[in-house]
C-alpha cells in the first residue's frame, strides 16, 4: 500500500493518495504522516492548512523521518503553521542533520553564523556549511566561500572563497554567479 500511495502522488492523483496514506496512518505508519503534511501545506487533495501540515509532519519528525524533521524545523524557523521558535527549529535541523538530511546542515550552520536560537559559533558553522558544500549544496558552497572570503570560522582564503563560489555558480546560485560574473567583469578572475 505504500507503493501504490506513493505512485498515486507521483500521479497526481491527490484524493486517491490522501485516501491511502489516511489508511497507512491508521496503521501507524511514520512516513503517511510525512505525506498527509506534504498534502496539507500544498493543499493537494485537501484544503491547504498549515497547521494540521505542522501537526503532522511533527508526527513524523518524532518518528525520525528526516525529512519531517527538516520540514518542522523550517515551518519552526519561520512560523509558519505554528508559532516560530527558532531555537526549537535548530533542534529539527539537527536532528535531520543526524540522519543525514544535507540541506540541515546547511540551514543549521546559518543559524550558528548568525547567532539564531544557538549560541553564535562561526566554527561550527564552517565545519556545517563544509559538509554541506561537499555534499554539491549550492547554499553551504555559497556560504563557505563567504566565510572563507572573510575568515570566519576558519582562516581567510581568498581562492577558496572563489573556489566555492564557482562551485555554487556553476549550480546556478544567483547571489553566487553575480559575484563570479562582477568578479570577472572586473578582471580579477578568469573564469
Known amino acids: 500500500m505504500i507503493q501504490e500511495a ?22 501507524g505508519e511514520a512516513t503517511a504522516y510525512y505525506y498527509l503534511g506534504f498534502l496539507y501545506f500544498k493543499g493537494y487533495g485537501v ?52 540522519r543525514g538530511n544535507i540541506d540541515a546542515f546547511n540551514n543549521l550552520a546559518a543559524m550558528f553564523k548568525e547567532g539564531r536560537g544557538v549560541i553564535q559559533d562561526y566554527k561550527k558553522a564552517y565545519v556545517l556549511f ?15 566561500g563567504a566565510l572563507y572570503d572573510i575568515g570566519l570560522g576558519c582562516e581567510e582564503n581568498k581562492e577558496k572563497a ?22 570577472q567583469n572586473d578582471g580579477q578572475i578568469v573564469f
Request: net charge negative; charged share 30%; with cysteine.
Open 130 to 144: 563544509k559538509k554541506a558544500a561537499i555534499a554539491g549544496n549550492a547554499s553551504a558552497q555559497f556560504n563557505l
Open 6 to 27: 506513493y505512485n498515486a502522488l507521483l500521479a497526481k492523483e491527490y484524493g486517491k493518495a490522501f485516501e491511502l496514506y489516511t489508511a497507512l496512518e491508521a496503521k
Open 47 to 98: 484544503e491547504q492548512d498549515t497547521k494540521k501540515s505542522f501537526e503532522y509532519y511533527l508526527e513524523a519528525a518524532t518518528r525520525e523521518v528526516p525529512l519531517a524533521q527538516f520540514e518542522v524545523a523550517l515551518m519552526l524557523e519561520n512560523g509558519e503553521g505554528c508559532e516560530q521558535n527558532e531555537s526549537e527549529a535548530a533542534f529539527w535541523y539537527e536532528e535531520a542533520a543526524k
Open 162 to 183: 572563489i573556489e566555492w563560489c564557482r562551485k555554487a555558480s556553476f549550480q546556478g546560485h544567483k547571489k553566487a554567479k553575480n559575484i563570479m560574473m562582477r568578479m
